[in-house]
C-alpha cells in the first residue's frame, strides 16, 4: 500500500507557472510508475503527464506537451508536475496516481490515488 498526498496548487495568471509535487509514503521499497491526471469542473477525468519508476521514461497528453515537465527525485519519494504557460483551460483538479508498472495514461492500471490539488487559472 502506498500514500499519495498532491501540493502546489493555488491561482495562477494565464502565462503563469506552478510545480506540483506528490509525495509518496508507506511502502516506498516499490518503485512505482507514476501519473498526473485532472479533472475539469463537469468533465471526465484526462491524463497528463506519466513517468516510468526509474525516471527513464516519459509520455504526455497533447494538450500539454512543450508545456508540462513530469519529473521524480526516488531519494525523496516525490514525483513533480512542472507547468509553464498555463492556459484558462487547464484549470482541474490534479491527482498523482501511483501503478506498480509504467501504465502511461490508462488511468484504470493505477490503484493508488492521491485526494487531488486544485489548480485555477485565471484569464
Known amino acids: 500500500q502506498v500514500q499519495l498526498v498532491e501540493s502546489g496548487g493555488g491561482l495562477v495568471q494565464a502565462g503563469g507557472s506552478l510545480r506540483l509535487s506528490c509525495a509518496t509514503s508507506g511502502r516506498t521499497s516499490i518503485r512505482y510508475g507514476m501519473g498526473w491526471f485532472r479533472q475539469a469542473p463537469g468533465k471526465a477525468r484526462e491524463f497528463v503527464a506519466a513517468?516510468?519508476?526509474?525516471?527513464?521514461?516519459?509520455h504526455y497528453a497533447d494538450s500539454v506537451k512543450g508545456r508540462f515537465t513530469i519529473a521524480r527525485d526516488n531519494a525523496k519519494n516525490t514525483v513533480y508536475l512542472q507547468m509553464n504557460s498555463l492556459k484558462p483551460e487547464d484549470t482541474a483538479v490534479f491527482y498523482c496516481?501511483?501503478?506498480?508498472?509504467?501504465?502511461?495514461?490508462?488511468?484504470?492500471?493505477?490503484?493508488?490515488w492521491g485526494q487531488g490539488t486544485q489548480v485555477t487559472v485565471s484569464s
Open positions: 496516481a501511483a501503478s506498480v508498472g509504467f501504465y502511461r495514461d490508462n488511468d484504470s492500471k493505477y490503484p493508488y
Open positions: 513517468i516510468s519508476a526509474s525516471g527513464g521514461m516519459t
